[in-house]
């Protein structure tokens, strides 16, 4: 789950203002934050099936 806010952070703060100005900025920008929301469902997966 820490991953997953690191990347959406990452994402957001670095590649949002250089996704302005470039395409593969954009795409970068996207995977990355399609990879931080499968990060995320996977982790919230993982507490729903291991809980004690």
Do not use: C, P
Request: proline share 0%.
């Amino acid at each position: 789950m820490l991953a997953s806010d690191a990347g959406f952070t990452y994402a957001g703060v670095k590649l949002s203002e250089e996704a302005e100005n470039s395409l593969a900025k954009r795409r970068q920008h996207r995977n990355l934050a399609y990879a931080s929301m499968g990060v995320a469902i996977a982790g919230s997966g993982m507490m729903l099936i291991w809980r004690d």
